[in-house]
Every structure is written in C-alpha cells, then in structure tokens.
C-alpha cells in the first residue's frame, strides 16, 4: 500500500495570506498525484490532478508542484470560499489518500 | 451532466450486511475506462478508497477492506452496489460513490449517504 502524509493537519490562515500544505507519499507515485478540496457535508471537489494540472473551472490562485514523493498545493491569495479541508489523493497505485488539512480563519 | 446518488440504510446493526447502491446518470459502465468507486468517510476523519468497478467488469478493492467487500453492476439500470458484511461500529461513516474518468480520477461524486451502525 502506498501511504500518503499530509502536513500541517490545521492550517491557520488570514484572507490574503499564501498558504502551502504538503503532502509526501511512502514510494515513488511519479506525477499521479491529485488534490481535492471539501468542505463540511459536502463531497470532494477535484482542483489539481497530475500534481500540477490544474482543473477546468478552479481559479488559479491554487497551484501543485512536485514529483515522486513530495507535492505541495499553493494557494496564493486565500480567499472566504477557500477554507475548507484539503487531500491529497495518489492514482499511481489504486487510491490513497492523505489525512486531510484543515484551513481555517485565524 | 453525470450524476451520481447513493442510497441504502442509514443504520445497521453489528454483524449485519450493508448493501448500496449507486444510481448514475449521463455516462455508460460499458464505455471504455469508464469506473465507478466507492469511497467512505468516518465522521471527522479522512477519506477511505473502498473499491473500484470497471467497464469491463474488473474489480479492486481496497487489501484493508478487501474480505468484506463486493462491487457489482448492472450496466442496464445504470446501477453499482457494493456489499460490505460483518458491519461494524468502526464502520459508521458517509459512503460516496464517484464516477472514474480517463485520467483515472474520480472526477464526479455523489452526495454521500451516512451510514450508522449501533445496536
């Protein structure tokens, strides 16, 4: 099994402020690395795929990077609609997902 | 427009056997590449991959889960139900089904229908 490590598990954050969130995998997923974004009683809604691809529809303020086993997502601006929980999720082998980041209002 | 819903029991008892079903519209389980999964959530806690069933009736399940569960479709009703025996109280959760595109993606979801197992 691949394992998928997130970090931070909450992230405080202002309107405005750059955030990163990272997440690292147990082996080499190549590029097969996608992020979602939840928020509560809702399903996931995919923003990045293929690390750094970024979905027809999300705004570019958010960003991926990296390969292999380190991946980060950028949001450059942070915006009201943007606190919510983030994952991070491999298709290299099957899915996996990380544990989840939590953004919220500082 | 793809759509996805879930729909089942809201609350099993210990032991019991949990049957869902995932109704899906505006594609084909008989479309090349095409798959639909199930994922879970426990309440406040990260997401799960359960399983995956393909257009041509390949399957893969999660190894955690992999004893317990079973995937199937009938391509006619544009229906998936995944099966999950010997429930739980660890097993309370919101179960998604989700449509897998091309890029291997779950790309659309469902609403997510809570599960609760207590006696």
């Known amino acids: 099994d691949i394992q998928m490590t997130q970090s931070p598990s909450t992230l405080s954050a202002s309107v405005g402020d750059r955030v990163t969130i990272t997440c690292r995998a147990s082996q080499s997923i190549s590029s097969w690395l996608a992020w979602y974004q939840q928020k509560p009683g809702k399903a996931p809604n995919l923003l990045i795929y293929?690390?750094?691809s970024l979905e027809s529809g999300v705004p570019s303020r958010f960003s991926g990077s990296g390969s292999g086993t380190e991946f980060t997502l950028t949001i450059s601006s942070l915006q009201p609609d943007d606190f919510a929980t983030y994952y991070c999720?491999?298709?290299?082998?099957?899915?996996?997902f990380g544990q989840g980041t939590k953004v919220e209002i500082k | 427009q793809i759509t996805l819903k879930e729909s089942g029991p809201t609350l099993v008892k210990p032991t019991q056997t949990l049957t869902l079903t995932c109704t899906f519209s505006g594609f084909s389980l008989s479309t090349s590449e095409v798959g639909v999964g199930w994922i879970r959530q426990p309440p406040g806690k990260a997401l799960e991959w359960l399983a995956v069933?393909?257009?041509?009736?390949?399957?893969r399940y999660s190894p955690s889960v992999k004893s317990r569960l079973t995937i199937t479709k009938d391509t006619s009703k544009n229906q998936v139900v995944l099966t999950l025996t010997n429930m739980d109280p660890v097993d309370t959760a919101t179960y998604y089904c989700?449509?897998?595109?091309?890029?291997?993606?779950?790309?659309?979801w469902g609403q997510g229908t809570l599960v609760t197992v207590s006696s």
């Open positions: 293929k690390a750094s």
């Open positions: 069933i393909y257009w041509n009736d390949e399957k």
């Open positions: 999720q491999q298709y290299n082998n099957y899915w996996t």
């Open positions: 989700a449509h897998k595109g091309l890029r291997s993606l779950y790309e659309h």
